[in-house]
């Protein structure tokens, strides 16, 4: 995997995770509430379409109950209020066939009396049914046991569906019947009327399963979910409510009263899905609207999150440049710290060369000026000016190898022999600081890579820090390389002013100094961190106030070469990675 | 050489710096100009060879530099200014180190100077710094005569 699809795929990866919280704490109790809300107000629906079809049920079963006894109620008056003779009088029935028909709408469709034998005696109506027989009709002897009696709705002799309401007349000890038909189609309306919906239909069952009016469209009576309610005990006046799977269908819900006294059922039935129509619309919206701003805020996030976290990787590599450049400023800050010793050590010799000219300059102003001790002298001179040359070059370059700008590239570093050349860059500031550096090397170091000049940086760093830590009557510096567990360890302890505990742990941070305002940057020490953690070491401080200073630097001893090689392909990512640590950890 | 003594008796130098070759030329020049001259390498030598001079007799004028392991300028400025108090300071100094120059006038250094030095320069200022000297010695004297003349004259 390179370098950018991993940074890439992290990205990434961010991005999903904060997309992902946003929605799971804007999301969560957005469903939540809106579950429940759904919830109450299916609830409260489904109480409404209950309430409202147990109305409208108990409303139409008073209706036809009402028609059935008014009709009844009809023919008894008919019957009571005159004989039979009168009533076998063709004429007469007829008269009054016509006033039924037309008091009441064309709801009888005949009239008859019937003989205690079951012969009719007389009849009025569009069939010719003078003289049939209903001697084996249900009907006939279920009127003789007791007083009228409405029939279901049958065929009968005249092939058309009808139902009979029958009256008893007693007449000379023996039972005579005035029967009346009732037109089906009359009764039917008061039933086919009650439609809600496209699927709501409403039909009479009698207790065998019969239909006793003609549904809108084809009901299986007999097989049907219905079935249950044929022999159900059913309250008269109660609405019963029930929901059924039917086995093949779709889920219905229905409305079941008792009629006729018990002897019908009014079954209203309703496909769920179309009585609760509206309320399977509002949850279809509520579910959509769900989705979609669902769907919007998921959108909104996901651009949100990938600005914000294309922003925060800006400022990552923007705060790595600015660490690249903290390094730069740290080692120049090094340098000018430097140059000022420098410059004095270089106005020593300077100023001996000076002095020399001058003095050759004497001796030519005198009469003579070739006498033999004056030209050793002249000579002597310029030997001394030649000399203090050399030590001049020898400063400026010593200066110059250090001022040279970061060079990132691995070498095999030979650790001792930078000590010491950068004991003798700090040689001139121990000299007048009064310091001894005493050095105890291990000459069997492992071999190990890393950058020079940053390690000579590290190096530096401390022991300017050592020298100045120093009071006005000096001390002692000790350096020591040794390995131990394939870790190369270099001590340097001081015997200094320590660092107070408070300080401690600080030290590390940068732009943290107790040196007065434009004397320190703050830099040194973080960068040094920055480096030995960059190289895989570890740096580590004691100090005890008043007693010194020692810190310990500890660098893995690559395996081989190849091993160093791996540091130097990440050598500038790695080393951006250290220093955002050390920021981080503060 | 061109040089002139404004005094008629030729001042005493005592030159004290850490590096021998400046000393030595430095010495065997201002010598060429009839001026005695006695060296130091360390603040240490240079308040012995006071000391043997026996008071301010011997040396007129101290060349003193600035900047010198162990016992620094400063250092040696106070503790000649503690035991010869009349004796005239003159601080060589490098860049890095004029701060240190200007606190030495303020503990009573005659002048100073910035290394590499013009030798005529440094002459100009022996001089002024001797006759500073010597008038100064000179009033300590009249003062003293006066007191004993006023002491016999009451």
């Known amino acids: 995997m390179t370098v950018d699809t991993f940074q890439e795929s992290h990205e990434q990866s961010k991005t999903r995770n904060l997309v992902l919280t946003v929605m799971l704490v804007a999301g969560l109790p957005l469903l939540f509430i809106g579950f429940i809300i759904l919830q109450q107000f299916g609830d409260a629906y489904h109480n409404k379409i209950t309430d409202h079809l147990t109305v409208l049920v108990r409303k139409h079963s008073r209706t036809i109950d009402n028609f059935l006894i008014d009709r009844l109620g009809d023919i008894r008056v008919l019957a009571r209020s005159h004989t039979i003779e009168e009533f076998a009088d063709q004429d007469f029935l007829t008269k009054n066939l016509a006033i039924l028909r037309e008091e009441y709408g064309g709801v009888f469709v005949d009239l008859g009396l019937i003989a205690p034998n079951g012969v009719q005696q007389a009849y009025s109506g569009p069939f010719s049914l003078d003289r049939a027989d209903y001697a084996g009709a249900v009907w006939f002897s279920e009127t003789q046991q007791s007083q009228y009696y409405i029939s279901d709705v049958f065929t009968g002799l005249r092939g058309s569906p009808h139902f009979i309401v029958a009256v008893k007349i007693p007449w000379k000890d023996q039972g005579w019947i005035l029967r009346a038909t009732v037109d089906f189609n009359a009764f039917n309306d008061l039933v086919s009327n009650i439609r809600i919906g496209t699927t709501g239909v409403a039909f009479i069952l009698n207790r065998a399963g019969e239909l006793q009016t003609k549904p809108q469209f084809e009901v299986d009576s007999r097989s049907g979910p219905h079935r249950n309610f044929l022999n159900a005990n059913l309250e008269v006046d109660k609405v019963l409510i029930e929901e059924n799977q039917d086995t093949f269908g779709p889920e219905l819900i229905f409305a079941v009263t008792p009629l006729n006294n018990g002897r019908w059922i009014l079954i209203f039935q309703q496909e769920v899905s179309d009585a609760f129509a509206a309320w399977n619309t509002t949850k279809m919206i509520a579910v959509f609207l769900f989705l979609f701003w669902g769907a919007i805020v998921a959108l909104f ?286 | 050489m061109a040089y002139r003594s404004s005094t008629l008796v030729p001042p005493s130098v005592l030159l004290v710096d850490d590096e021998a070759s400046f000393v030595e ?110 008038e100064h010695e000179e009033k300590i004297v009249q003062a003293r005569a006066q007191m004993i003349a006023l002491k016999r004259g009451v």
Request: charge should be negative.
């Open chain 1, 301 to 586: 996030t996901y651009f949100m999150s990938r600005r914000m976290t294309l922003r925060i990787e800006e400022v990552i590599i923007q705060k790595d440049k600015m660490s690249d450049q903290v390094v730069e400023a740290g080692r120049l800050a090094s340098i000018g710290e430097l140059a000022a010793g420098i410059a004095h050590e270089i106005n020593n010799p300077v100023a001996i060369m000076v002095e020399e000219a001058g003095w050759i300059q004497d001796l030519l102003a005198e009469d003579n000026p070739t006498t033999p001790d004056n030209l050793s002298e002249i000579e002597r001179a310029v030997a001394q000016i030649k000399t203090q040359g050399g030590r001049c070059k020898e400063i400026t370059h010593k200066l110059l190898s250090f001022a040279r700008k970061t060079d990132p590239t691995i070498k095999q570093i030979d650790l001792n022999e930078m000590i010491r050349e950068m004991i003798t860059l700090v040689d001139q500031k121990t000299r007048y600081a009064s310091v001894q550096i005493e050095t105890q090397m291990d000459p069997d170091l492992p071999p190990f890579w890393a950058s020079a000049t940053e390690l000579q940086q590290v190096i530096l760093n401390l022991l300017n820090n050592s020298v100045d830590a120093m009071t006005s009557s000096g001390g002692i510096i000790r350096i020591s390389t040794q390995t131990s567990d394939g870790q190369i360890i270099l001590t340097i302890a001081d015997n200094g002013i320590g660092i107070a505990e408070a300080n401690l742990a600080r030290i590390f941070d940068p732009f943290y100094t107790t040196k007065p305002v434009g004397q320190g940057t703050g830099l040194g020490l973080s960068i040094c961190y920055g480096i030995i953690k960059k190289l895989g070491g570890d740096i580590q401080v004691q100090s005890a106030k008043g007693r010194g200073t020692t810190f310990t630097i500890s660098l893995p001893a690559a395996q081989d070469k190849t091993g160093g090689r791996e540091i130097d392909s990440g050598s500038i990512t790695d080393h951006h990675k250290a220093l955002a640590e050390t920021h981080k950890e503060e």
């Open chain 2, 25 to 134: 030329t430095l010495s065997k020049r201002i010598a060429k100009r009839n001026l005695k001259v006695s060296s130091a390498l360390s603040g240490l030598e240079a308040l012995d060879k006071l000391k043997a001079g026996g008071g301010t007799s011997k040396f007129d004028v101290v060349i003193l530099d600035v900047k010198m392991p162990g016992m620094d300028g400063l250092e040696t400025l106070a503790a000649i200014k503690q035991k010869h108090p009349n004796m005239e300071v003159i601080m060589l100094t490098g860049h890095a180190t004029v701060e240190s120059a200007i606190e030495g006038m303020k503990a009573g250094a005659f002048d100073y100077l910035m290394k590499p030095c013009d030798i005529d320069l440094l002459l100009a200022k022996i001089d002024r710094a001797v006759v500073k000297k010597r």
